[in-house]
Nanobody, 116 residues
Framework: QGQFVESGGGLVQPGGSLTLSCVAS????????MSWYRQAPGKERESVAAETSPGGTINYADSVKGRFTASRDYATNTLFLKMNNLKPEDTAMYFCYAEAGPYDYWGQGTQVTVSS
């Protein structure tokens, strides 16, 4: 059974940075499309970064473009989301996600709070 273990969230001041990590296990990491989502209280879950093919080009939401960078490390089966110049509106629960055909896996979520 595949799974992700997420880490890296926390409280940060506006303008600060955080890096989220998701360690994958139990599935073929290189064969899955990877994405990052977030969900703020009272709002729908939204995509912030999504691969167009496994390990390929990444599309970013307009709200995070130029500030967030998603990447993956094949040696450690880890996804990363580097977040710079964080804003209060970035406050949300962040989730990593992998899909391939009928199979998909979600991380457990990690809270990011941007506040002074």
């Amino acid at each position: 059974q595949g799974q992700f273990v997420e880490s890296g969230g926390g409280l940060v001041q506006p303008g600060g940075s955080l890096t989220l990590s998701c360690v994958a296990s139990g599935f073929v990491f290189s064969s899955y499309y990877m994405s990052w989502y977030r969900q703020a209280p009272g709002k729908e879950r939204e995509s912030v970064a999504a691969e167009t093919s496994p390990g390929g080009t990444i599309n970013y939401a307009d709200s995070v473009k130029g500030r967030f960078t998603a990447s993956r490390d094949y040696a450690t089966n880890t996804l990363f989301l580097k977040m710079n110049n964080l804003k209060p509106e970035d406050t949300a629960m962040y989730f990593c996600y992998a899909e391939a055909g009928p199979y998909d896996y979600w991380g457990q979520g990690t809270q990011v709070t941007v506040s002074s």
